[in-house]
């Protein structure tokens, strides 16, 4: 069992920076596949960025490159998603997802998800 825990949301203007963390709690937590995906008011979850257990392969939403940016900690089960030059469509709640396969994570089939974080944009 993993249970997340995300943080950083806020509000923010337009060009302006966040960054996420997502802390994972569990013995084997930093073994899995992670990423974030979100979703704004009247419309579906869509992927944002995922990161591999290892790090070493990330991939991210074209509408997200190169703005965003994914790492992961593995010493503190936390993964981190840093939101750069930000602009009101990037308004939404940010869930935080993990799974044992990579490509779960990335087709949002992920067994564990965080509660969100709200990132809100102002023009």
């Known amino acids: 069992q993993v249970h997340l825990a995300e943080s950083g949301g806020g509000l923010v203007q337009a060009g302006g920076s966040l960054r996420l963390s997502c802390a994972a709690s569990g013995r084997t937590a930093s073994s899995y596949a992670m990423g974030w995906f979100r979703q704004a008011p009247g419309k579906e979850r869509e992927f944002v960025a995922a990161?591999?257990?290892?790090?070493?392969?990330?991939i991210y939403a074209n509408s997200v490159k190169p703005r965003f940016t994914i790492s992961r900690d593995n010493a503190k089960n936390t993964v981190f998603l840093q939101l750069n030059n930000l602009k009101p469509e990037d308004t939404a709640l940010y869930y935080c997802?993990?799974?044992?396969?990579?490509?779960?994570?990335?087709?949002?089939?992920?067994?564990?998800w965080g509660q969100g974080t709200q990132v809100t944009v102002s023009s």
């Open positions: 990161t591999s257990s290892s790090g070493t392969s990330t």
């Open positions: 997802v993990a799974d044992a396969l990579y490509r779960a994570v990335v087709g949002g089939s992920g067994d564990y």
